[in-house]
Structure formats: structure tokens, C-alpha cells
């Protein structure tokens, strides 16, 4: 029944199901894209024709943001000719929310229809060449979370049991954004992306560490929900803006105030990637 929970504190279809009708019988109609903002990266909010609005603590089955950058609502509207569903503020594992409730929003977003899913972060620079306040373009990851959304019981009707993620960043739209990009003469590094569970930020070790193993920007988030849209068939990009130096050479100590900061005064330009994405997709 809804609402109960297994042993394992797994989410069934039904809650699932759940959550997206009790949308769809209050006014949200078939999604084209589905879009998940970051910290600090609301801006894209503006270019939305905002047709419903709710938030996270209103919607059945949804976790409420704990984080106060994050404002915990979930928005329906159009964009440049599409119908978009966009959550701004995301949940986190370290907040204490199993995987199945990090990845809930993206799953009602397949079940609404969403044929893409464009999701952003803040993230600490790694790669000594990338600059401070400009935009990665994620093209793999690598995921030291320690749990996996797809543990348990799988979703029969979302996927398979053992999904590839050979490309869990689809080419097409990675592409699309690569053109744009040129186009509008942004800066879009492209590269690496290792999710971590955080709260804290790293030590210096950790960030050499993750530095060796092949990372070019660390984040605490985007990566359980990749898995999740990999396992529906859903293609999903990703971009990081990147808030601070994660080079132990060059390494200052920072805030996440600091690092909110960077993401808002620089988060322009994802919104005019996003934007004209939305447009071509």
C-alpha cells in the first residue's frame, strides 16, 4: 500500500506512480524536459512561464530540502516551445535521505514523459586549467557515493537490472551544448566529474587523490541521479560551475557561502545553455 516501506527502506512503484499522478491531477500536463537545479543556480527559473508551482513538502512521497540554499520547490511551465519540470534545490545523501528518496524527483519525471533531463551543480575545481567561475560540460563520472539508487529490489517497469553507463552522458545533447556554446562564445570546459558524499569539503590528500584516480571537478550530488535516468533509457547532460580551487598546491580555505556566491555570479551562462538546449531538443 502507499506510503508503506520495505525492510530495506526501498521506494515501490507506487509511490512513485504516486507522486506523479498526484501532479498530473493538479494541472501538470505531459513534460518534455526535465531539469534539476543546483546550489546556487536558480537563474534559469526566470525563463520558465511559470504554470504551477509547488513545494517539495506539498507533493506525496517528496523529501523537504534541509539545506536553506536550497528552496525546495518543484516548478511546471514552458520554455522556448517546451513543457519543462524543473526542481529547484535537490536532495542530497548527506542529508540523511536514502538514495531512492535522492532520485525520486527524476523518476516522476520519466513517468510524466520527460524525454531528457538536464541537471546542474557547484563543484570545486580539480583541474588546475580550469578557471574559477566557469562552466565543465560532465562527460563521464566517477561515483565514491556509498550507496546506489538501483540497490534493492529493481524498478522492473522503469529498467533493467544492470544498466551500461559505457556513456551515461548522452552524446547528442553533450554535443548540442558543445555547438551552443560556440555559438554564444562561452567558455565550456569538459571533463571528469567525481560525486562524493560530503558534507565536508576534502582534505588535501583527498584532493590529490581524486585527482590521480582522474577527476577534473568534485561535487556531493548529479551522479546517484545519472544512474537513476541511465537505468530509465532517459538521456541526461550535466554541467558544473565551478566555485572554488581544489588544487592542494594553490588551496585556500573556503565557505560554502563563498562557494554559493561564485555559482550565482557566474550562473548566466548555464542559463543560456540551457535555455537554447530546451529550444533544440
Partial sequence: MAGERSKTNLFNMIEIQESAEWLSKRGVGKVDVGIVLGTGLHGLVNKIKVLKEFSYSMIPNFPIATVEFHF???????????????????????????????????????????????????????????????????????????????????HDDLGNRFPDMLEPYNKRLNGLLKDIAAEKGITLNEGVYVSVPGPNLETRAEYRFLRTIGADAVGMSTVPEVI?????????????????????????????????????SNETHLTDLYSELVARI
Fill in 72 to 154: 525546495g520547490k518543484l516548478i511546471y511551465g514552458e520554455m522556448n516551445g517546451k513543457k519543462v519540470l524543473a526542481c529547484v534545490g535537490r536532495f542530497h545523501y548527506y542529508e540523511g535521505y536514502s538514495m531512492d528518496e535522492v532520485v525520486l524527483p527524476v523518476r516522476v519525471m520519466k513517468l510524466l514523459g520527460a524525454n531528457a533531463i538536464l541537471l546542474s551543480n557547484a563543484a570545486g575545481a580539480l583541474n588546475p586549467d580550469f578557471a574559477l567561475g566557469s562552466l565543465m560540460l560532465i562527460d563521464d563520472h566517477i561515483n565514491l557515493q556509498p550507496e546506489n539508487p538501483l540497490r534493492g529490489p529493481n
Fill in 228 to 264: 537513476a535516468c541511465v537505468h530509465m533509457g532517459v538521456p541526461c547532460c550535466a554541467i558544473s560551475i565551478l566555485t572554488d580551487a581544489c588544487d592542494p598546491a594553490r588551496l585556500k580555505k573556503t565557505s560554502i557561502q563563498e562557494i554559493i556566491a561564485v555559482a550565482e
